[in-house]
Each structure stands twice: as C-alpha cells, then as structure tokens.
C-alpha cells in the first residue's frame, strides 16, 4: 500500500490527508514519517539546472549562459546552496545548506561562487552538523541531496553558490580533456551558479542607533551579521548626520530587525522614524562641459570633461546601468563597468575640435577612466532633491581634455562636478515606490474600501474579483462572501493602513504588499512630499 501511495503521489495524482492537531501534538510523528515514505526524494526529482557564468563577475546577469545540468552524484563535482544563515551565541555564524552536487566534507575547503571578491571566496568547512529538531549531530560528510549545517565559514551569505574548486563546471562533473576547453569554460570561481534567492528591493528605511555609545562596535558587528542572514536588510550611512541606517521591506520587518538585535545579539537599539525610500531621476536630456582645476598632494591638477545626460526609459528601476562603447579598447575599465552601478557610455570621436579630443583613446588611460566611472557613482548616490539615489538614466562620456596636469584624481572630482551639474540642468524628479496589493474583504464593504484607496491614496483598481470556488465552504460557514480586490498604490499611502482596513471592514479585511516599481510622483505630490521631509529634516 505504502508503496502504490507513493507511485501515485510523486506524479501529482493523488495526494495523502493526514489529521493531527501541532498544539497538542497529535499526528505530527505520523505527518514526517509519510514525508519521507511517500514525497519524492532528490533521486526522484533528478537533475537540476543551473547557469554557467560566461562572465567572471558572478553580480553581472547574464542570462544567455548556458544551463548545465547538476546529477545529485555524491561522485560528482561539489555544488550546494546555502538557503539560510542564523546567529548562534555558542556556534556563531551557522549556514544551512542543500547539497545538490558531490559530497561537502568536513574541515575540507570550498568556494563561494557568488562573490566578486577573491579574498572572501575562499573559505573553510569547520563542523557539518545534521539538524533535527533542536539536536544537532556531528557528521564527516553532507552528499548530494543532503540538507545540513556547516559552522566555520566567515563570509557566506543567504543565496550563495558554494562549489569544490576553481573550476567546478557542473555536468556530471568529467573535466574536459582540452586544456583550451577548460581555460575557457572554468576561468572563474562563478563558472557555475544556481539560482539563488530573488530579493526584493527595500522600501522602508529609518535611523538605527545603540541605547549606550559604548554598544556602537557591537551593533555594528550584528548589523553585518544581520545583513548575511537577510539579504532584504541593507545597512548605510547619512553623509550629512554620519547615522547609520537601515532599510527594510516595511515597519514590521525593521521592528523584527530591532528585537533580533537585542533577542539574539545582546544590542538594544533605538529606530528613528520611518521614511519611504524614494529615488530621483531627470525629466529631460542636458549636456555640459565642465573644466576642474585644484590642488592635490602639493600639485595643481586639472581636468576637463564633456558629459550627456538623459532619461532611460527603458528600465525606470535599474540602478544607474551603462555600457562602455569603447570596452574592445580598454578592457579592464569595461569590466568594471559592467560590474558598477554606474559606468559610462558611447565616446564620440567628433565631440570637438581639439587634437587631445581626437587622440583621446590613446591619451586617456585605463586609471583615469576608472577615476571618470568612480566620480560619476559617487555623484549618481545623492540627487539633488532630497538626496537620494538617482535612478533610470543613462550618462554619456561625449569628450574629455588631457594636459600634463591631468591625474585619475581630477578627472574623479571633474566627474563628479559635472554629474552634480547634469542633474540640476536636467529637471529632476522625485520617484516614489508603487506597490501592488492584493485586497481581501467581505462583498458588503468592498465600495467602502475601494472608496478608500482611491480617493485617499491614490490608488489604481486593476480588477475585483469573487474568491475561488475552494473557499465557498468556508464562506458558507462564516455567513459571507468575499471578493479581491488587485490595485497598485504607492507605498508613502501605506503607512498605516492595516489599523485601518480593520476598522473599516470590523477585523475581516486582509491584504499583501509586494514592490511593482518606482514611478514619478506628480508635481503637486512631489512637492507635497519635498515640503514634508524638509520639514522633518530642519
């Protein structure tokens, strides 16, 4: 019987009920048994793909890399997810892991496929412990198709791939015969990676201070910590006040942030207030050309740079992406390009009439154009609004001067100059984040809460809707009938709004968020808003 249950349920065509009830702990032993009697094991799910990496920059999407597939072979090439990171005060740091690929020995030394930085790549299997329940048994080897623990490794976060060596290239994990193949298809540790978590992009974010100064350090600590455990959570720092900041998917999740630190981390800290992440963008095309002349290390340097900027339509959300048209030619600066949030796009040959302009491939170097993309990201951080981070253009590098007082450090300040002027000549604009909401309410106050998010939060109605036919039993039980509503909605009208769809719909209401995009608030709204933060700020 046993058996023919898990024929028909691997294939989805029938599905075991089991009765129990968690609180008093009834039918819970019976659950995990039929787990592991009737739901399909690695074996049975057989190969999974993942992306081989054509770049040597795991960050940069390249979705045009091959798919290879990975057997679950405890003979073959090691390959494993680390699917989460927890703090503990005896073990520190411990990474859950599911082995997909080889066998993940204990005190051997694996790689992070993931990270761009050679140093933190390299890390170090100290214990493999086999979790159960709140027990953890000490074990020398997880094999393919294994969910365990490992302790020791300092620089892995949520979503990393970890592979065997330098060349883990996936497959069944035969290397190829030709010298050439390889150089060619395992150049770097990100040569094959799995699809790790998506995280979605934070839209809250508030001050985070410790209770006393003498906790600063520790807090610090914990943040980073916090940052490996959840990759939503990111940590920054005001350039104006020096307070640390903190962003988060909304009010809830930074108080959890709160309560962690001081539950699991021993910091108490203190949150300020909660603002929206906002971004700003340009309305319009603008074009400068900007001369920089100072003193630096006892010498005067100068600069001179001619730079477009305009709107990029094409992605409104992307961070600031460029492209390096001259790439064939300077080769380092493209892949740092590519690996920045901001690069810098097409070189024209006829900007002007100057020979320097004209020559300029010769005479500007791989530093200087490092120094030019690293001036344009410093200035692209801070928008000239409110101060946040610019989104949704596209920068052009249409000519430059170089004389013998040039230096990287000048064309950086030169850069920066003239990006900070772009962006004013440029009409900004402030963006907001919209969210998509899924509305759940009784039919009886569905005009009451479209009324609402219409009229008060201006949001827009994409469609409402009865519930499923699966939920009409307990619509029967409970006397009503439900509908759901789908609407985007910026996230500023949010603030708030769970106390009051309770109170409107007398507890019955229930909603979810989830980010859709950041869209361009109108000119009454943006001032609205522009008004109220400077309000707060001074």
Not at 6 to 25: E, H, Q
Not at 67 to 73: D, G, R
Not at 413 to 430: E, G, I, V, Y
Request: one cysteine or more.
């Amino acid at each position: 019987l046993e058996h023919a249950l898990r024929r028909v349920t691997i294939p989805f065509k029938a599905v075991p009920v089991l009765c129990g009830a968690s609180m008093r702990n009834i039918g819970v032993q019976p659950l995990l048994d039929a787990i592991g009697r009737y739901l399909p094991s690695p074996l049975d799910r057989g190969a999974v793909l993942a992306r081989q990496r054509s770049s040597a920059d795991p960050n940069e999407q390249d979705d045009a890399g091959a798919l290879v597939e990975l057997h679950p072979n405890a003979e073959g090439p090691l390959c494993a997810l680390a699917f989460k990171v927890v703090h503990d005060r005896q073990l520190g740091a411990v990474v859950f892991v599911r082995v997909y690929s080889g066998t993940l020995q204990s005190r051997a030394t694996v790689y992070n496929a993931s990270t761009s930085d050679a140093s933190a790549a390299k890390e170090r299997n100290l214990r493999l412990l086999q979790v159960t329940a709140n027990r953890n048994v000490d074990v020398d080897a997880l094999e393919a198709g294994s969910i365990g623990a490992v302790i020791g490794w300092k620089h892995v976060k949520t979503g990393d791939t970890i592979v065997s060596s330098l060349n883990s290239s996936g497959g069944d994990g035969r290397r190829s015969k030709n010298k050439a193949s390889n150089k060619r298809n395992n150049t770097s540790i990100g040569a094959v990676q799995l699809d790790g978590i998506e995280v979605p992009e934070p839209v809250f974010f508030c001050s985070i201070e410790p209770v006393s100064s003498a906790q600063q350090d520790a807090m610090d600590k914990a943040l980073l910590e916090l940052v490996r455990e959840d990759p939503s959570v990111q940590i920054g720092t005001d350039r104006e006040t020096g307070q640390t900041l903190i962003k988060g998917m909304g009010e809830l999740h930074l108080q959890i942030v709160q309560e962690h630190m001081k539950r699991d981390f021993g910091v108490p800290v203190e949150l300020g207030r909660m603002q929206v992440a906002y971004r700003e963008s340009v309305q319009h095309d603008a074009q400068a050309t900007v001369d920089f002349e100072g003193q630096f290390a006892g010498r005067t340097v100068s600069a001179q740079l001619t730079m477009a900027i305009r709107p990029d339509e094409s992605d409104p959300n992307a961070v600031n992406v460029y492209s390096d048209d001259a790439a064939d030619e300077q080769p380092d600066a493209a892949a740092a390009a590519a690996a920045a949030a901001a690069a810098v796009d097409a070189v024209d040959d006829d900007a002007d009439g100057d020979e320097s302009v004209r020559s300029k491939t010769l005479a500007l170097t791989s530093e200087m154009r490092e120094a030019i993309r690293e001036g344009v990201e410093s200035a692209l951080t801070r928008g000239p609004l409110l101060g946040y981070s610019t989104s949704g253009l596209h920068v052009e590098l249409l000519g430059f001067r170089v004389d013998a007082n040039s230096t990287p450090a000048a064309f950086r300040a030169c850069a920066a100059k003239t990006m900070t002027q772009l962006l004013q000549d440029a009409s900004p604009l402030l963006l907001e984040p919209v969210m998509d909401i899924s509305l759940t309410v009784d039919n009886e106050y569905v005009g009451d809460a479209l009324s609402d998010l219409t009229s008060r939060r201006r949001a827009t109605i994409i469609s409402t809707e009865s519930v499923d036919q699966e939920s009409a039993e307990q619509q029967a039980r409970s006397g009503a009938t439900q509908s759901i509503v789908l609407a985007q909605v910026p996230l500023a009208e949010m603030i708030g709004y769970s106390t009051s769809l309770r109170s409107r719909t007398k507890g019955t209401g229930s909603f979810t968020l989830q980010f859709a995009e950041y869209r361009a608030c109108g000119p009454h709204v943006q001032d609205k808003i522009i008004q109220s933060l400077l309000n707060y700020m001074y």
